[in-house]
């Protein structure tokens, strides 16, 4: 069974542009989840998203958005990018989500985005 | 405000040894707590889940423990091995359900 993935793998953008970045889940999985990892913060939940609803959101800015097609796949959005949101995007699906009763995520190999 | 905390936040021990990372949480309302592993420039890898009823989880040489009531969890790894360098997170699903982690303690087995 292939694995989450997630394209691009890198990017470099420069301040003030926007980004997509591309998430594929497990087959059958219908929650998608997306987090950043910095340095300085570590990992942070940004949003999930379930049957193509968000279903809960972290404490990030309007400027990250993201939305879940009807099979599944996910993209998350950055909108006026800043250097502080240069990171290691991950994005996790799992069958039933954060709120079910067996929720194990698991993880794509994240996208690096580097703001200039 | 759930908070997570990791300590030691560096360990180098020698192969063959049994070793203990501890994880740490400020609200005990919690549904359950994952321990991950990440090798370098990678994802994350589940290693075990363990819901807020259980008291501990086994896999091969990989055993976590859960104390809701004092807000800490253990993960013991029996004979490691260099296989075993990582950095390892722990993460809460918070009662808003949303996963809190840890920083991280980044495991180096020497040889």
């Known amino acids: 069974k292939a694995g989450v993935t997630q394209t691009p793998r890198y990017l470099i953008k420069t301040r003030g542009q926007q980004v997509t970045l591309s998430c594929s889940p497990i087959?059958?999985?219908?929650?998608v989840s997306w987090y950043q990892q910095t340095p300085g913060q570590g990992l942070q939940f940004l949003f999930e998203?379930?049957?193509?609803?968000?279903?809960n959101k972290g404490n990030f800015p309007g400027r990250f958005s993201g939305r879940q097609f009807s099979n599944s796949r996910s993209e998350m959005n950055v909108s006026t990018l800043e250097l502080g949101d240069s990171a290691l995007y991950l994005c996790?699906?799992?069958?039933?989500?954060?709120?079910?009763?067996?929720?194990?995520?698991?993880f794509g190999p994240g996208t690096r985005l580097t703001v200039l | 405000k759930q908070e997570v905390t990791q300590i030691p936040a560096a360990l180098s021990v020698p192969e063959g040894e049994n070793l203990v990372l501890n994880c740490s949480f400020t609200?005990?309302?919690?549904?359950?707590l994952q321990w991950f592993r990440q090798d370098p420039g990678k994802g994350l890898t589940s290693l075990l889940l363990i819901q807020s009823s259980q008291r501990e989880q086994t896999s091969g040489r990989l055993n976590a423990s859960l104390d809701k009531s004092s807000g800490r969890s253990t993960l013991y790894i029996a004979a490691s091995q260099p296989g075993d360098s990582a950095t390892y997170l722990c993460?809460?699903?918070?009662?808003?359900?949303?996963?809190?982690w840890g920083a991280g303690t980044k495991l180096i087995i020497k040889p």
């Open positions: 996790a699906s799992s069958l039933v989500g954060l709120a079910g009763g067996n929720n194990e995520q698991f």
């Open positions: 993460a809460v699903l918070d009662s808003n359900y949303q996963l809190i």
């Open positions: 087959s059958g999985h219908r929650s």
């Open positions: 609200d005990s309302a919690i549904y359950n």
């Open positions: 998203y379930f049957s193509e609803t968000q279903r």
